[in-house]
C-alpha cells in the first residue's frame, strides 16, 4: 500500500518555535491508541488571525508523519475548496468506484473509505482555516482517523462536541527564541555581555510586536532583507504603530500586524507593490500565476502602468513575487507555480486601502473582476477545459465577483454553475448559483437577462438534487420574466422552455410536455441550427414524452435521429452518445424487442465500466434498464441481484427519496416477486408507495400507481385478492383518467386486475378485462409482444372458467405458437403451456 502525503501539506518550517503545550494537548488526544467516537478523535485548534495555528498544524503533520498511511490537508475557507481537496485525494486513493468527473458521488466515496479505513486504516486530515462549522460537519468523517481543524471560532463544544486547543501569542519566551533565530543580528553569539544586549533587544522587539507570530515573522523578513539596524526598526515601527493607531482602526486584528505590513511595503519596487495590492483582492487560497499573467489585458491600457508591465510580462511578475516572498508578504509554490497572501494580511491591506486610498479599492477590485473574465474559456460543457476553469472558482466569490456588474465576469459564474452540474457537484453548483442569484436579483432585478440565465442553471441542479417544486417554481417564474422581457426568440427563454417541459413529466402530464417539446423545435432548429447539442437534448425530450404516452415506435425515430447526429459528433463512447443508445435500447424493450434491447444496454453498461464510470445518476440509470432487460429475457435472479445492487447505490448517491431511486425500488419489488421473496418485496412495495405519494403530493400520479400495482401483485400472491383487487381498480381509474383508455400501462392494470377478480371468483368480468386488455396490446403492441402473449395466456384460463372452451383452445394454440417463436424458452411461455397466470409489472414513468 502507497503511503499518502497531500502535495498542499506547507513545508517544514525551519524557524518554528515553541508552542510545546499545544503540540503536546493535540498529541495526547490524537494518540495513536485512541477511539474513534463521536466528537473524537478531532481536535480543532482556534484563535485569532496570526497566531500561528497553520504552521502548529503542520509541524504536527511532519512530527508524526510515520505515524500515518495517509495524511491529507483540507483548505476550507469554501465548500468548493474542502470538496476540491476530497476529490483529489480520492484520486490518490484509487477508489474503486470514484471519478473526479462526478463530485457530490465522489466526495462521498471518499468519505466512506476513510470511514471504513480497509484501504488506509490510519489516517489524519487537517481542515485549515475553517470558518462554516455547519458546512464542514457534513466533511468530517468519522473512523479511525484522526481529524485537526483550525479556525478562528472558538465555541467547538457546541458546534462539533469538542471542546478545541486555543492558541495565542507566543509566549514572552517563545517570541525570544523565535526572532534570535530567525535574525542573524539578534542571535546568539559573541561575548556574554553582547549577546546579554542581544537578547535584551529581542525582547523589546518582542515586546512591541505583541508576540504576534505573524507580525514577528514579518518584522524579521524587514530586517533580514533590508539589514536594518532593529534599534533603528524598532523607532520606525513605533511611528508607523503612532500613525496607526491614530486612524480608525477597524479590523480584528492587532495592530503590530499592520505596523510589520506597513512598513514593508515601504521597501519595495512600485511594482511589487501593485501586484501585492491586486493580490488582496483574490481568495486566500493559491492563486495561479496563469491567472495573473495577462498580456492581452495589460496591452489596453487600462491598468496603473506598473501593473501593467506586472500583468503583461511573465518575467516581471516573477521578479515582483520574489521580492515580495523575500519580506514574507506572500508564500511561493513553486511546484503548482501558485502564490498565497495570508487572510490576515490580506484583510489588512483592503482595511488600510479603503480608508487611505478608497478610490484604488474599487480599481483594484475592477482589475480582479477583469482577470477573473478573462480566465472563461467560454464552453463548460467541454471536460478539457476544467483546468482553466478550475483556475477561477474558488476566487469568485471572495474576490466580490458575485457584486459586479461585469457582463463577462458574470458569464463566467453562469458557466461556472453550469460546469459543476454537468460534471455531478449538483450541490456545489447550486450553493454557489444560489448565492450569486439571490445577489444579482437585489442589484441587477428579476428581469436582467444574465440573472435569468443564471435562474435556469439554479433550477437544473434544484431538479438533480430532488427538489422539484422549488425548481418548478423557479423554472415557471424565469420562463414568464424572459418571454416578457426578452421574448420567445431569446435562447436562454427556449432552454427554460425545455427545462420547464421536464416539470410536465414530473407532474404525470405527459401530453401537455409533447405538445410543448414538438413546438418547440423548429424554433430550437431556427436558433441553434438542427446539429446543435441545445437541439438534439431537445429530440431526446420528444422521445421520452412519447414513450410516456406509450408511443415507443415514435419514440424510437426521435432517439435514433438524436443518436445518430450525437455519434458524429462526439464518438461512439461519448456519454452523450450512451445515453442515446440506453433510450433505444429502452425504446426497443418497450417495443417487445427484448433481446435486441439486452444486447444494446448491456454494451452501454460495459462501456462505461471501461472508461470508469463514476456512479452518476444516469450511469445508475442506465443500470436500472440492463436490470429490467434482463428480467424480460426471463433471467429472473440475476436481474434481481443487479436490481438489488443497483438499489443500494441509489440509495447511497441520490437519497432513499430520489424519485429515480423510488423507479429503481418500484422495479426492484416485481424483481423481488418474480424469485419468490414476496416478503421483501411487500415491505420494499409499501415503503415505496409511501414515499412516492409524498413526493409527488398526488396519489392518482402515474408513478404513484405503478407503485400501487406492483405491490397488488404481491397482495395477491400472499393471499390477498380482494386487497390487490381494490388497488388496481384505483390505478385503472386513475390511469384511464390521466393517460387514456389505450394507453399500454392501463392495459396493464386491467390484465392484473383481472387476475384479482379471477382468484376472486368473478370469472366474468375478468373475462372481459382481458378481451380488452389483449385487444389494446394487439393493437398498440402487436400480438407477439410479451405482454400481449401474457394477456392471451391469462385470457385462455378465463375463457376456459367461464364455459367458452373452444375459443379458449384457439386462443391457447395461437399463444403457445406466438411464443414458440418470440420467446420460446421464456419463464412466460412455460406457464402459458402449464395453465399458469403471467403477472405483469407496470414500470414508472421516467423522469
Known amino acids: ?70 495524511v491529507w490537508w483540507v483548505r476550507s475557507e469554501q465548500e468548493d475548496t474542502v470538496r476540491n481537496a476530497l476529490i483529489a485525494l480520492g484520486r490518490r486513493m484509487g477508489l474503486a468506484e470514484f471519478s473526479d468527473t462526478e463530485r457530490d458521488y465522489s466526495s462521498q466515496i471518499v468519505l466512506d473509505a476513510l470511514r471504513t479505513g480497509k484501504k488506509y486504516p490510519r489516517w489524519l486530515l487537517v481542515f485549515d482555516n475553517v470558518t462554516d462549522p455547519d458546512m464542514i460537519r457534513s466533511y468530517i468523517p468519522r473512523g479511525a482517523g484522526h481529524v485537526i481543524i483550525t479556525s478562528r471560532i472558538a465555541q467547538w463544544r457546541r458546534e462539533l462536541n469538542s471542546e478545541g486547543i486555543e492558541v495565542g501569542v507566543f509566549k514572552a519566551k517563545e517570541s525570544i527564541d523565535f526572532l534570535r533565530r530567525r535574525i542573524p543580528a539578534l542571535g546568539p553569539g559573541g561575548t556574554p555581555e553582547a549577546d546579554a544586549e542581544r537578547m535584551a533587544e529581542a525582547a523589546r522587539l518582542a515586546d512591541a510586536l505583541g508576540h504576534l507570530p505573524l507580525a514577528s515573522e514579518h518584522a524579521a523578513a524587514y ?47 512600485d511594482e511589487a507593490r501593485s501586484l501585492f495590492k491586486l493580490l488582496c483582492f483574490f481568495s486566500p487560497e493559491p492563486i495561479s500565476e496563469e491567472l495573473i499573467v495577462r498580456p492581452t489585458l495589460a496591452v489596453g491600457g487600462s491598468l496603473p502602468e506598473e501593473l501593467g ?55 483594484y477590485r475592477r482589475i480582479a473582476h477583469e482577470l477573473l473574465a478573462a480566465s472563461d474559456p467560454g464552453v463548460p460543457d467541454k471536460e478539457a477545459n476544467d483546468p482553466q476553469y478550475e483556475l477561477s472558482k474558488q476566487h469568485l466569490i471572495p474576490s466580490g465577483g458575485h457584486e459586479s456588474a461585469n457582463p463577462r465576469l458574470r458569464a463566467l459564474i453562469i458557466n461556472q454553475v453550469r460546469r459543476m452540474r454537468l460534471r ?70 427556449l432552454k427554460t422552455v425545455g427545462t420547464y417541459s421536464r416539470l410536465q413529466r414530473h407532474q404525470g402530464n405527459y401530453a401537455e410536455a409533447y405538445k410543448q417539446d414538438v413546438e418547440l423545435l423548429p424554433l430550437y432548429e431556427e436558433v ?16 421520452l414524452d412519447l414513450r410516456c404516452l406509450g408511443r415507443y415506435e415514435e419514440a424510437l425515430s426521435y432517439d435514433r435521429r438524436a443518436h445518430d447526429e450525437r455519434r458524429r459528433m462526439f464518438g461512439d463512447t461519448a456519454d452523450y452518445t450512451l445515453s442515446s443508445k440506453f433510450a433505444i435500447a429502452r425504446d426497443l424493450r418497450s417495443l417487445g424487442r427484448v433481446e435486441e ?114 405491490l397488488a401483485v404481491v397482495q395477491r400472491q400472499l393471499g390477498n385478492p380482494l386487497g390487490a383487487s381494490r388497488i388496481d381498480q384505483e390505478a385503472l381509474e386513475s390511469h384511464t383518467a390521466r393517460l387514456g383508455a389505450e394507453h399500454p400501462g392501463t392495459a396493464t392494470v386491467m390484465a392484473n386486475l383481472a387476475s384479482d377478480l379471477a382468484a376472486l371468483g368473478n370469472v366474468q368480468r375478468a373475462r372481459e378485462l382481458g378481451e380488452a386488455a389483449l385487444k389494446i396490446f394487439s393493437g398498440s403492441l402487436g400480438e407477439s409482444h410479451p405482454r400481449a402473449l401474457a394477456a392471451a395466456s391469462n385470457l385462455v384460463l378465463d375463457r376456459r372458467a367461464s364455459g367458452e372452451t373452444g375459443k379458449a383452445q384457439v386462443l391457447y394454440e395461437q399463444t403457445l405458437a406466438r411464443y414458440a417463436e418470440a420467446l420460446p424458452d421464456h419463464p412466460h411461455a412455460l406457464l402459458a403451456r402449464q395453465g399458469g397466470r403471467v403477472d405483469l409489472d407496470i414500470e414508472s414513468m421516467s423522469q
Open 528 to 543: 441553434f441550427r438542427p446539429e446543435h447539442l441545445q437541439t438534439l437534448n431537445l429530440l431526446n425530450n420528444i422521445a
Open 424 to 493: 455531478g457537484g449538483n450541490r456545489e453548483g447550486l450553493n454557489l448559483g444560489q448565492l450569486v442569484f439571490d445577489s444579482w436579483r437585489e442589484r441587477f432585478g428579476s428581469d436582467d437577462l444574465q440573472t435569468l440565465m443564471l435562474a435556469l442553471e439554479v433550477s437544473i441542479c434544484l431538479f438533480q438534487l430532488g427538489e422539484v417544486e422549488r425548481a418548478g417554481q423557479l423554472t415557471v417564474d424565469t420562463q414568464t420574466r424572459l418571454a416578457r422581457t426578452h421574448g420567445r426568440d431569446n435562447e436562454a427563454y
Open 309 to 363: 508591465r506586472v500583468l503583461g510580462d511573465q518575467t516581471t511578475f516573477r521578479r515582483a513575487v520574489r521580492e515580495l516572498a523575500r519580506f514574507s508578504l506572500l508564500k511561493i509554490f513553486g511546484v503548482r507555480n501558485v502564490v498565497q497572501v495570508h487572510r490576515v494580511v490580506q484583510d489588512v491591506t483592503r482595511g488600510k486601502m479603503q480608508r487611505e486610498e478608497p478610490e484604488q479599492v474599487a480599481e
Open 223 to 269: 530586517l533580514i532583507e533590508t539589514r536594518m539596524p532593529v534599534a533603528d526598526y524598532l523607532a520606525s515601527y513605533q511611528r508607523n504603530a503612532h500613525e496607526m493607531l491614530g486612524q480608525p482602526v477597524d479590523m480584528y486584528y492587532p495592530v503590530p500586524v499592520a505596523t510589520t505590513w506597513s512598513m514593508s511595503l515601504g521597501m519595495i519596487s
Open 1 to 70: 500500500m502507497e503511503r499518502i502525503w497531500g502535495r498542499e501539506i506547507p513545508w517544514r518550517n525551519p524557524h518554528f518555535t515553541g508552542r510545546d503545550r499545544e503540540l503536546d494537548m493535540l498529541r495526547a488526544s490524537l494518540g495513536a491508541t485512541s477511539q474513534a467516537v463521536l466528537g473524537h478523535p478531532l481536535q480543532p485548534l482556534y484563535g485569532m488571525g496570526g497566531v500561528g495555528k497553520t504552521d502548529i498544524a503542520a509541524e504536527y503533520c511532519h512530527r508524526h508523519e510515520a505515524d500515518y498511511d495517509l
Open 597 to 710: 434491447s439486452l444486447d444494446l444496454i448491456r454494451e452501454v453498461c460495459r462501456l462505461a465500466e471501461l472508461k470508469n464510470q463514476p456512479w452518476h445518476a444516469v450511469r445508475l440509470q442506465w443500470e436500472t434498464e440492463l436490470s429490467a432487460a434482463l428480467r424480460w429475457v426471463g433471467l429472473y435472479e440475476e436481474a434481481r441481484q443487479l436490481g438489488e445492487e443497483n438499489f443500494e447505490r441509489h440509495v447511497r448517491v441520490l437519497g432513499p427519496a430520489h424519485r429515480q431511486t423510488l423507479n429503481c425500488a418500484v422495479a426492484l419489488v416485481f424483481s423481488r416477486t418474480l424469485d419468490r421473496d414476496l416478503v421483501a418485496a411487500a415491505k420494499l412495495g409499501e415503503e415505496t408507495l409511501v414515499a412516492w405519494e409524498k413526493v409527488t403530493g398526488d396519489r392518482t400520479h402515474p408513478n404513484t400507481q405503478a407503485a400501487a400495482v406492483n
